[in-house]
């Protein structure tokens, strides 16, 4: 089993729609969490950190519920520019290292 | 924000030969440097982390002896393939950590292929 277990989709969604992404791990020593959008042959970006209250940063709100080991991100109003793939990464263990999940790829069409 | 470079962005090289992977923190002191490796269409996979000052500590199934790792100063870390194969073709990423906040910082990537 995985690590982390993403969706790998892809999610195809029409511009103004909003879409949910989830990701399920595997260690529950795992103490910080984040998601990460990556483009094409690019680094990953951090999106956000996600915190146990659940945050919002804008269209973008991620949820963690350490109970069931599960995180997600919503998007509202999806932009063209929000195609891209959406890596859930959990953090933990020595040096806090990150485990990153295969990503979940989104296109946003007109 | 946190910037994070890396070089070289892309090298090709011949079969055999041995390839150095620089990444730097270009503004802030990198206590935590650590370098991924991603095949396409698949995920980051964690080869090794590195603490200025001291050896690496590599994943599982990663070679200490053929992924050389430098953390020579706060700012500068070094990755060496060396006699690379054509499997070892792939991308290559550096992150780096401060030493205040959790989050990593990318570098750009480097894209190695070995022919």
């Known amino acids: 089993r995985k690590e982390v277990e993403q969706d790998p989709g892809p999610f195809n969604v029409p511009e103004g729609a909003t879409v949910a992404f989830n990701c399920t791990y595997s260690n529950s020593a795992s103490q910080s969490f984040f998601w990460y959008r990556q483009d094409c042959r690019k680094e990953p970006k951090l999106l956000m950190s996600?915190?146990?209250s659940g945050n919002e940063d804008g269209r973008f709100t991620a949820q963690l519920n350490r109970a069931s080991q599960y995180i997600s991100l919503l998007i509202r109003d999806s932009k063209l520019s929000d195609s891209a793939t959406y890596l859930c990464v959990a953090g933990g263990g020595g040096y806090n290292k990150l485990i990153f999940g295969a990503g979940t790829r989104l296109a946003v069409h007109p | 924000g946190a910037v994070v470079s890396q070089h070289p962005s892309r090298v090709i090289c011949k079969s055999g030969t041995s390839v150095k992977i620089e990444c730097r923190s270009l503004d802030f002191q990198a206590t935590t440097m650590f370098w991924y490796r991603q095949f396409p269409k698949q995920s980051l996979m964690l080869m090794a982390t590195?603490?200025?000052?001291?050896?690496?500590?590599?994943e599982q199934g990663v070679e200490k002896d053929k992924f050389l790792i430098n953390h020579a100063s706060l700012t500068l870390s070094t990755l060496t393939v060396t006699s690379a194969h054509p499997e070892d073709s792939s991308f290559y990423i550096c992150s780096a950590r401060g030493q205040i906040t959790d989050t990593q910082y990318f570098g750009p990537g480097t894209r190695l292929t070995v022919l």
């Open positions: 590195s603490n200025e000052g001291s050896k690496a500590t590599y």
């Open positions: 996600v915190y146990s």
